[in-house]
């Protein structure tokens, strides 16, 4: 029996307001991360060197951060306090910050991370991810972390965050690693973060990691990491809300933007979602993904907007995944306005990537992936210009493509989707563009 599916018309009706919606207002104020995160100006003012810091980039410095950190935290002056850090070279271990407190790199100053593993402490798994995320058990502490906080800034004069990936990356080749690898920087369980104006480098694991946070804005970062470096992602923001990042530019060796939300059972069981995801402006390149939802999405990912991203030498330019056994639902994703040049695919939607932290997922738990609107996107030198695989008993429905150019030679390849397309070259698959057969029913898309 056929029936109207109704996914043709979310697409229409979506369009269409985004025709009129960024017609109207393409050059507003509002687009910007402003005020979702109000700056804060510390009159109290100390550095590192009052606690003993030396910029030798050989004596290191974790007692003297320790001990700057911990006289803010306890001296809470009215407005926080400003941690400086000078010009120079300045190795130390891993370390907390507080709240309501400014870290300032000036000009020409790096924190480095010291390559001796041992002053690396462990902390527990991530609830919603159960484990480490690459081995079981715990994981090493972030060189940059701070827990529960709010009200703190990490900003300056496009100083360096150095975290001297390459002895993490060698274990990680040679099977060596007995946990999982440190981020460069992770909030937890916090609010009012605003990261801006700094070089990123060489984390040992994925660069900027919010984790159950919300209202942080991450703005003019450069992250960088070599293209062969593993699992190098640039910004993850993980089953959080309210969050801003623009005007950056990333190149490293995994995906460039990742939201998240756990991972099967242990994200299901946790079910804290991310939504209201603003990522804008933001260029860079990577052998995997530019802009990508997953594959951790257990606890679900709502409403996320991506525009005005510029990708150069990416493996794949626009990606959302996740797996049977990841539950969750993905929807109201919107990437509008995005240039592509020389990438292996263009588009991907898979319903069958990532791994899985134990075999006790459930293989019942079946993903749902719908309300996808992909607008305005120009490619040169794309090799493979979509594919979308949904699961036979968990198609996509509601994907909606309009004026999409992304050349190359292959043609679309999709299964188990439902959804429309508008002005696609080359013409994509026929389940955007006819009648359809989604698991043995037909639909009718007009």
């Given at each position: 029996m056929?029936?109207?599916?109704?996914?043709?018309?979310?697409?229409i009706?979506?369009?269409?307001?985004?025709?009129i919606?960024?017609g109207?207002?393409?050059?507003?104020?509002?687009a910007?991360?402003?005020g979702?995160?109000?700056?804060?100006?510390?009159?109290d003012?100390?550095?590192i060197?009052?606690?003993?810091g030396v910029g030798?980039?050989?004596?290191l410095?974790?007692?003297?951060?320790?001990?700057?950190?911990?006289?803010?935290?306890?001296l809470?002056?009215?407005?926080?306090s400003?941690l400086?850090i000078p010009p120079g070279?300045?190795?130390?271990?891993?370390?907390?910050?507080?709240?309501?407190?400014t870290?300032?790199?000036a000009?020409?100053?790096?924190i480095?991370?010291t390559?001796?593993?041992?002053?690396w402490p462990?902390?527990?798994?991530?609830?919603?991810?159960?484990?480490?995320?690459?081995?079981p058990g715990?994981?090493y502490m972030?060189?940059i972390?701070?827990?529960?906080?709010?009200?703190?800034?990490?900003t300056?004069?496009?100083?360096?965050i150095?975290?001297?990936?390459?002895v993490?990356?060698?274990?990680w080749?040679?099977?060596?690693?007995?946990?999982?690898?440190?981020n460069?920087?992770e909030?937890?369980n916090?609010?009012?973060?605003?990261i801006?104006?700094?070089?990123?480098?060489n984390s040992?694991?994925w660069?900027?990691?919010?984790?159950?946070?919300s209202?942080?804005?991450?703005?003019?970062?450069?992250?960088?990491?070599?293209?062969?470096s593993?699992?190098?992602?640039g910004?993850?923001?993980?089953?959080s809300s309210?969050?801003?990042?623009e005007d950056s530019?990333?190149?490293?060796?995994d995906?460039?933007?990742?939201v998240?939300?756990?991972?099967d059972?242990?994200?299901?069981?946790?079910?804290r979602p991310?939504?209201?995801?603003t990522?804008?402006?933001?260029?860079?390149?990577?052998?995997?993904?530019?802009?990508?939802?997953?594959?951790?999405?257990?606890?679900?990912?709502?409403?996320v907007?991506?525009?005005?991203?510029t990708?150069y030498n990416?493996?794949?330019g626009i990606h959302?995944?996740?797996?049977?056994g990841?539950?969750?639902v993905?929807?109201?994703?919107?990437?509008?306005?995005?240039?592509?040049?020389?990438?292996?695919?263009?588009?991907?939607?898979?319903g069958?990537?990532g791994?899985?932290p134990d075999?006790?997922?459930n293989?019942n738990a079946l993903?749902?992936?719908?309300d996808?609107v992909?607008?305005?996107?120009?490619?040169e030198?794309?090799q493979?210009?979509g594919?979308?695989?949904g699961?036979?008993n968990?198609p996509?429905t509601?994907?909606?493509?309009?004026n999409?150019h992304?050349?190359?030679?292959?043609?679309?390849q999709?299964s188990?989707?439902v959804?429309?397309?508008?002005?696609?070259s080359?013409?994509?698959c026929v389940?955007?563009?006819?009648?359809q057969?989604?698991a043995?029913?037909?639909?009718?898309?007009?």
């Amino acid at each position: 029996m056929y029936r109207c599916d109704c996914s043709i018309w979310f697409c229409i009706v979506t369009l269409l307001l985004l025709s009129i919606i960024f017609g109207e207002f393409a050059n507003a104020d509002w687009a910007t991360c402003s005020g979702i995160v109000p700056m804060s100006y510390r009159n109290d003012k100390i550095s590192i060197t009052d606690f003993g810091g030396v910029g030798d980039g050989v004596t290191l410095n974790t007692k003297a951060f320790r001990e700057a950190i911990y006289r803010i935290e306890h001296l809470r002056r009215r407005g926080g306090s400003l941690l400086y850090i000078p010009p120079g070279e300045f190795l130390t271990g891993p370390f907390n910050l507080t709240s309501r407190m400014t870290l300032y790199l000036a000009r020409g100053a790096v924190i480095k991370a010291t390559t001796d593993v041992g002053q690396w402490p462990l902390v527990a798994p991530l609830p919603s991810y159960g484990r480490g995320r690459e081995r079981p058990g715990g994981r090493y502490m972030s060189f940059i972390h701070g827990n529960g906080l709010h009200d703190v800034i990490i900003t300056g004069e496009n100083g360096t965050i150095d975290g001297q990936g390459g002895v993490w990356w060698d274990m990680w080749r040679q099977r060596t690693l007995g946990f999982t690898r440190p981020n460069l920087i992770e909030f937890m369980n916090s609010r009012g973060i605003i990261i801006s104006n700094v070089i990123f480098k060489n984390s040992p694991f994925w660069n900027i990691h919010p984790v159950y946070c919300s209202h942080v804005v991450i703005r003019y970062v450069t992250i960088l990491a070599p293209a062969d470096s593993p699992n190098t992602d640039g910004i993850d923001p993980d089953s959080s809300s309210n969050i801003c990042i623009e005007d950056s530019f990333i190149s490293t060796g995994d995906d460039l933007v990742a939201v998240k939300s756990g991972w099967d059972e242990y994200g299901i069981a946790f079910g804290r979602p991310s939504h209201s995801i603003t990522i804008r402006r933001v260029t860079g390149s990577s052998p995997f993904a530019g802009i990508a939802v997953g594959s951790e999405t257990s606890g679900g990912v709502l409403g996320v907007l991506a525009e005005h991203i510029t990708l150069y030498n990416m493996g794949i330019g626009i990606h959302l995944k996740t797996n049977i056994g990841r539950g969750g639902v993905v929807r109201n994703i919107t990437v509008l306005n995005v240039y592509m040049e020389n990438a292996r695919t263009g588009i991907k939607i898979s319903g069958d990537v990532g791994d899985h932290p134990d075999e006790n997922y459930n293989r019942n738990a079946l993903p749902v992936l719908k309300d996808v609107v992909i607008k305005n996107v120009w490619g040169e030198r794309v090799q493979q210009p979509g594919l979308i695989r949904g699961l036979w008993n968990a198609p996509f429905t509601a994907i909606c493509l309009s004026n999409i150019h992304l050349g190359g030679a292959r043609p679309w390849q999709c299964s188990h989707v439902v959804g429309a397309a508008v002005q696609v070259s080359p013409s994509p698959c026929v389940q955007l563009t006819s009648r359809q057969q989604i698991a043995g029913k037909p639909s009718i898309l007009s």
